[in-house]
């Protein structure tokens, strides 16, 4: 069961933060783009400012427009092969999987198929990203690797899933309590997990904290939002007004 609540703070923030997101809107997305070398954080921002204004029950059109240009940037950037040009090389194949990750969601929030190929994909360039790292990772590493297995299992690849899980990489103390949770899970029974409620109340307790939005970007908590539903309440197919609402209660 969840036990926090943060609506309200969210509700506040958009409504502080309003005037700029219009204004936002007003801005070319592709104002230097030939210049641009990350612009997959630009997918990034467009889709987090959308689930800000989602998770705060109002303004769905204002929401969809930054939905769109998240989906227009991404489009732009796949259609280029951007990421992997000499100026975004030094991010390659982290910055694609991140805009594959990013135009998934975009187009799902948008009532289309969540692009589960594309999700795949991803969690394949992020795992590809970290091992190129080296053998000491920082934080930064350790929560990519973390995203890659939860893009797994909401591709219901559990046996990637349990293959990533058995890095033998050290995690931090910030970091390890959601590597815990996931071997936890892939080392039960999937069937019973909806009965387990000492595993649901302990997946709700780091899902509470991942849930301020001062703890983390919206699109990690969506992901978990539909593990959530996924793995404890037995819904196979995403239902994103369900999963907005857990996240945002």
Not at 242 to 249: D, L, Q, Y
């Amino acid at each position: 069961m969840l036990k926090k609540s943060y609506r309200q703070k969210r509700i506040a923030f958009v409504t502080k933060n309003l005037h700029d997101y219009q204004e936002l809107l007003t801005w070319d997305p592709f104002r230097d783009w030939a210049l641009n070398s990350v612009p997959d954080s630009s997918v990034f921002s467009y889709l987090n400012i959308a689930l800000e204004i989602l998770c705060s029950h109002d303004h769905q059109t204002l929401a969809n427009a930054y939905l769109d240009l998240s989906c227009k940037v991404a489009e732009r950037i796949l259609k280029e092969k951007k990421c992997s040009n000499a100026r975004c090389k030094d991010g390659w194949p982290m910055n694609q999987g991140h805009v594959l990750r990013g135009h998934a969601y975009a187009k799902g929030l948008q009532r289309a198929p969540l692009d589960l190929d594309a999700i795949a994909a991803a969690s394949v360039h992020l795992e590809k990203w970290c091992g190129r790292q080296g053998r000491d990772w920082t934080q930064f590493e350790e929560e990519l690797y973390l995203c890659a297995i939860r893009l797994s299992l909401i591709c219901d690849n559990w046996e990637r899933a349990e293959k990533l899980l058995t890095t033998k990489k050290r995690f931090g103390k910030k970091t390890l309590p959601e590597l815990a949770i996931w071997r936890k899970i892939l080392a039960s029974s999937r069937t019973n997990l909806a009965t387990d409620l000492s595993l649901a109340s302990e997946f709700d307790v780091y899902f509470d904290k991942i849930r301020n939005p001062l703890q983390a970007e919206d699109v990690m908590a969506v992901e978990l939002g539909i593990l959530r539903e996924k793995l404890f309440e037995g819904h196979e197919e995403i239902d994103w007004k369900e999963v907005i609402a857990v996240v945002s209660k």
